[in-house]
């Protein structure tokens, strides 16, 4: 279903002159996501222009070319790959337009910023990997959480308990005489999503792999970013639609637990991360909070800012974040409508930064086709666990791209 910007306002002041050191821009699939997000952060950050918006439904295409002041816009991807003064594609479509686009497109010299997932099937995605090592031009996964400040501050402690740092004794310590077991250096992490299916769009709730995949990319892409060993064996059970439980096992004991919820409430945060490992406690909440037991040498609680839109919220942290929500639940009733909306910052805009460091070839890429080859791999065995109700093993070789 098309979506057109509701509050569409022409305004073609905001439409900047491309310097020579810009990218040119286009952005295929103007929807919720790129309107919230990629438009915005193309016309914020100074290294980037935008040239095209460029969505199947004109009317879309044009409200986005007037609301975030791009040269064009246009319904055809093909023209986009074609353009002369577009140098990098970011893709925000669903899966209905994947390699098509970004083949010919990383032919053409393209870099494209895709949107997750980065392929509907095994062999889409091997393709799409096999173009960017051919072409040597590189497409970036739309993982964005690898670029918040607080998941990359939960991982740097991750790595900082699993790299032998001591941890401090507990309050309470039986363990004076006794042999460690190998259970103590094994990592087990918890991911919790609470998810309120009143605030999804209606294609949840027709899509046959449904958030299972859609969305769980996310936190599989997670999951096997912080975990340095490899899976071997997956299960699933629940709804693929959105209340299910998810186990993933690792080659050196590790378990990874993700637990979704469609009935819960939106305005309760949504994300916590808690990894225990060689007795350090590390939980990682909302974007928004990070709080560890075991270092002697790090904060037992770090807070970190809302997303950029939000500074009418000063107090921080999770305790902040329910106090401000519950005075502008309370300032909203007073003056009539909805309270405004806490969003919290999950790295987009980093993410689509350090990708421009990528091109430009002074920083690594965040997330490389190759880096979503396991995540797609594990995607689709949750899809077939859930089916038959029992385990699945996964070989080393299914993680490997196919070249
Ligand atoms: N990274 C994140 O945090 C995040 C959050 C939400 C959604 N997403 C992902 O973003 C993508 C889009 O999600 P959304 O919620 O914005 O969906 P949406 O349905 O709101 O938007 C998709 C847009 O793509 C357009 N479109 C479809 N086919 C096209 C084509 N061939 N050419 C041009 N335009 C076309 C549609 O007309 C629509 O406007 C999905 O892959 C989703 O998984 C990512």
Redesign the pocket.
Known sequence: ???VVLDAVDSPDIMQTMTKDQHGVAV??????????HLPHVVSNPRTKLVVA????RD??EACRSRFGAERAE???HQVVASRDVDLIIL??????RAE?IVPALHAGKPVYT???LANSIEEMHTIVRASRETGVPVCV????RSSPAMLEFRRLVEKALNGARPTAPTMDRSVNRAPIPEESRMQILIRINDDCRSW?D?IFHDPQGILY??M??FIDLALWLNPSKPVKVFAEGSRCGNFAIVLRFEDGSITTMHHSLSGHFDYPKELFECTVRHFSIAMEQHIEIRQCGFDDEPALKVFPYDSECSWAVQKGVAGYFREMEAERRRAKAVGGNPKWLNVN?G?YDHLDRFLDCIEGRGSNPCDAADSVPVIVVAHKLQAAIDEGCPLSIISDELEASL
């Open positions: 279903m098309a979506l295929v699939g103007c929807g919720a996501l790129a309107q919230m997000m460029c969505d199947l439904d879309t295409a319904t055809d991807w925000a479509t669903h899966t209905n337009l686009l949107e997750k997932p739309g993982h964005n959480r769009k294609w859609a969305e990319v996310h999950k987009h």
